[in-house]
């Protein structure tokens, strides 16, 4: 038969791997050991941590047993895990992005043909944000890259595939246009979140 010792690291390491409340009854059967025992370690593991002042704590729902955080640690907790704001995306990062959504695969010429201006930087902000991935080399002078979207942009606009995108009939036409109250330019506001 294991020891108290021996016992009580295994159940803490099952607390730690299940997760959700552990019952006495699930933890006596892996460990092969008689329930009224492994309760004691598991109430001895309790007064241990709380008497030591641990970070983490034992709690006791209803004859099981989880870890938990001390409540008094509350406030660095959620310091800690409180959402870092994220900057907008620019108009440009936007137009940029809908060329692509719309044109994909396409190369940075072809963006930049539509846009009028260059890009690198844009195309380099997006990559980085993981919004848009490189998809290959065109067949045209130079196999330059090749640009679409991924499953992040499209988790990011609320989309769960490109067909859901708006119809926009002419691309171009929607990016360039200044104040237009048509479907491209309403299309661009919308994409205009946090990311």
């Given at each position: 038969m294991a020891s108290r010792k021996t016992i009580k690291s295994a159940l803490e390491s099952m607390m730690f791997v299940w997760g959700e409340p552990l019952d006495v009854k699930e933890a006596a059967e892996a460990l092969?050991?008689?329930?009224?025992?492994?309760?004691?370690?598991?109430?001895?593991?309790?007064?241990?941590?709380?008497?030591?002042?641990?970070?983490?704590?034992?709690?006791?729902v209803n004859r099981s047993f989880q870890f938990v955080t001390r409540k008094e640690n509350l406030d660095y907790i959620k310091r800690l895990c409180?959402?870092?704001?994220?900057?907008?995306?620019?108009?440009?990062?936007?137009?940029?992005?809908?060329?692509?959504?719309y044109r994909q695969?396409?190369?940075?010429?072809?963006?930049e043909?539509?846009?009028g201006i260059k890009c690198d930087r844009v195309i380099e902000g997006l990559v980085k944000k993981k919004l848009?991935?490189?998809?290959?080399?065109?067949?045209?002078?130079?196999?330059?890259?090749?640009?679409?979207?991924?499953d992040?942009?499209?988790?990011?606009?609320?989309?769960?595939?490109?067909?859901?995108?708006?119809?926009?009939?002419?691309?171009?036409e929607a990016v360039t246009r200044e104040d237009s109250g048509d479907q491209g330019e309403v299309y661009i506001q919308q994409i205009s979140i946090d990311i």
């Open positions: 092969n050991a008689d329930k009224k025992e492994i309760y004691q370690c598991f109430k001895e593991l309790k007064e241990e941590y709380e008497r030591e002042g641990r970070g983490i704590v034992v709690r006791e409180t959402p870092v704001k994220h900057r907008r995306l620019s108009q440009s990062a936007l137009e940029v992005l809908a060329i692509i959504a695969p396409v190369t940075k010429g072809e963006i043909t539509v846009r848009i991935v490189e998809t290959g080399r065109s067949d045209g002078v130079g196999r330059p890259i090749l640009y679409g979207t991924t992040d942009f499209l988790k990011n606009f609320g989309f769960s595939s490109l067909k859901e995108l708006p119809q926009i009939e002419d691309i171009e």
